[in-house]
T-cell receptor, first 115, second 115 residues
C-alpha cells in the first residue's frame, strides 16, 4: 500500500516570503499525486495534480509543485505568500485498493503566514 | 446547487441520540466517500461506495452506518456515539475510471460534537 509523508506538521512564514511544503511518497510503478488545501472551517479544495508529462505542475493561487521520481517527492512551492494562504495543506497519492481507486493522504502541514 | 453539499454543517448530539449526516453531489460522479477528520490526526477514510456498492469499510465501529441509495446521495447514520467521535466529517465524490486517477471533490463537512 502507498504511504505519504509530509515532513513538517507546521510551517510559519512571513508575508511575501517564499515557502516550500515537503511531501514524499512510497514508490510505485505509476503514480498520480495531488495537493489539497483546507481553509478554516471548510472542506478540502484541489490545488494541483500531477498525472503525467511535465514534472513541474502549476496550480491555483500561484502554487506549483515538482514531481521528482528519483527522490519520490512532490514538494509544493510558492514564491511569495499572502496572509490568505494561511491554511492546512494535504499531499495525496492515488492508489488502487480492493479494485477501486482511492486517495492516500499525508498528515497535513499547517501553513501560518505572519505579517 | 453545484459540487458536493453536506447537511447539517454543525450538529451537537448526546450519546443516546440517533442522527444522520447527508451528502449530495451534483457532479455526475459514481463514487462517494466518508472521511473523519479529528484534531491533530490524519484524515481517516471511513467508507467508500463505488457504483452504490460499499467497497471499503476501514474497521469503523458499528455505531456508524453508511447508506448510499443512489450515486448522488450518501448518508451516515449515527447512534450511541462517544465523545471521542466528535470531529469534522467530510464527504467526497469522484468519477471512477479503470486505470485512471482518482481526483476527489470534497464537501464543506459537518462539525459533529458529541456530549
Amino acid at each position: 500500500a502507498q504511504s505519504v509523508t509530509q515532513l513538517d506538521s507546521q510551517v510559519p512564514v512571513f508575508e511575501e516570503a517564499p515557502v516550500e511544503l515537503r511531501c514524499n511518497y512510497s514508490s510505485s510503478v505509476s503514480v498520480y499525486l495531488f495537493w489539497y488545501v483546507q481553509y478554516p472551517n471548510q472542506g478540502l479544495q484541489l490545488l494541483l495534480k500531477y498525472l503525467s508529462g511535465s514534472t513541474l505542475v502549476k496550480g491555483i493561487n500561484g502554487f506549483e509543485a515538482e514531481f521528482n521520481k528519483s527522490q519520490t517527492s512532490f514538494h509544493l512551492r510558492k514564491p511569495s505568500v499572502h496572509i490568505s494562504d494561511t491554511a492546512e495543506y494535504f499531499c495525496a497519492v492515488s492508489e488502487i485498493s480492493q479494485g477501486a481507486q482511492k486517495l492516500v493522504f499525508g498528515q497535513g502541514t499547517r501553513l501560518t503566514i505572519n505579517p | 446547487e453545484t459540487g458536493v453539499t453536506q447537511t447539517p454543517r454543525h450538529l451537537v448530539m448526546g450519546m443516546t441520540n440517533k442522527k444522520s449526516l447527508k451528502c449530495e453531489q451534483h457532479l455526475g460522479h459514481n463514487a462517494m466517500y466518508w472521511y473523519k477528520q479529528s484534531a491533530k490526526k490524519p484524515l481517516e477514510l471511513m467508507f467508500v461506495y463505488n457504483f452504490k456498492e460499499q467497497t471499503e469499510n476501514n474497521s469503523v465501529p458499528s455505531r456508524f452506518s453508511p447508506e448510499c441509495p443512489n450515486s448522488s446521495h450518501l448518508f451516515l447514520h449515527l447512534h450511541t456515539l462517544q465523545p471521542e467521535d466528535s470531529a469534522l466529517y467530510l464527504c467526497a465524490s469522484s468519477f471512477q475510471r479503470e486505470k485512471s486517477y482518482n481526483e476527489q471533490f470534497f464537501g464543506p463537512g459537518t462539525r459533529l460534537t458529541v456530549l
